[in-house]
């Protein structure tokens, strides 16, 4: 299985950063190859501008999404993004490994995203088996999963805790982002308050990745609606 970790944390000595290592170590010691997109390190350019094209199709209007499309087709993407596209495409789990902040992913993480899900290559038009996205998106028959540290504890990320329920607060990434982009998305891994539980309290959480990252084959992902229980309209279809 080939793994492809994008990492989003400036400090290498951070949970985050034990987290990424651990992943790297079990995942190798089990036959994997794995791959490392460290953005922080590599100073990726998180803006998504005019920049990322060395030749725009409209010089006078900037609409990212066509210049992203014809760009992937003419060869005219920024090198950055082309390398970040074929790591996705070698891979066949990708695990985004981050912290929490403000409810979402950092911005430099984000600011991949913009830049490398791009129309013509990830998502957009159609083909044999209508739109390209969800179930039918570019990077469909990989797997996806989320890696995250929070700062608070299990209790106040609950569907009764002040902060609502994590899986809702991750849902516009893995079903926005992952699953829109046509991957399985597995679980999301979350870490609590790794600040506040003291060294043994880290330990277990690394011990309990760690049977997550042996199990990952075999581990069912979360289900979400196929296109085909959806009208024309994009809406459900009476009884789904």
């Known amino acids: 299985m080939n793994t492809l970790i994008v990492y989003a944390h400036p400090e290498p000595k951070s949970f985050n950063g034990a987290l990424k290592d651990l992943a790297i170590s079990v995942l190798t010691e089990q036959g994997h190859k794995v791959k490392v997109s460290d953005l922080y390190a590599m100073n990726f350019k998180a803006v998504a501008n005019q920049d990322d094209f060395s030749k725009l199709a409209d010089p006078d209007f900037l609409k990212l999404q066509v210049e ?4 992937y087709k003419n060869g005219t ?3 950055d993004i082309v390398a970040e596209i074929e790591k996705l495409f070698w ?9 929490m902040w403000w409810f979402s992913m950092p911005a430099i993480l984000k600011g991949w995203v913009d830049r490398v899900f791009i129309t013509g290559a990830i998502y957009g038009g159609t083909d044999s088996r209508g739109a390209r996205m969800y179930d039918n998106g570019g990077l469909q028959g990989r797997k996806a999963m989320i890696s995250v540290t929070l700062g608070g504890f299990a ?5 009764s805790g ?3 329920d994590i899986n809702q607060q991750l849902f516009h990434i893995n079903h926005g982002v992952l699953y829109f ?3 399985q998305v597995l679980p999301s891994f979350v870490a609590y308050a790794p600040a506040q539980v003291g060294q043994d309290g880290r330990e277990q959480i690394l011990d309990e990745y760690k049977q997550r990252l042996l199990s990952i084959q075999t581990t069912p992902p979360l289900s979400y609606c196929p296109l085909a229980d959806y009208d024309h309209n994009f ?3 009476s009884g789904d």
């Open 68 to 71: 992203q499309g014809k760009a």
């Open 77 to 79: 993407l920024a090198p």
């Open 91 to 99: 891979a066949d789990l990708v695990v985004l490994q981050f912290p």
């Open 155 to 159: 209790g106040m990320n609950s569907m």
């Open 162 to 164: 002040i902060n609502g």
């Open 181 to 183: 982009a046509g991957m």
């Open 235 to 237: 809406v459900l279809k």
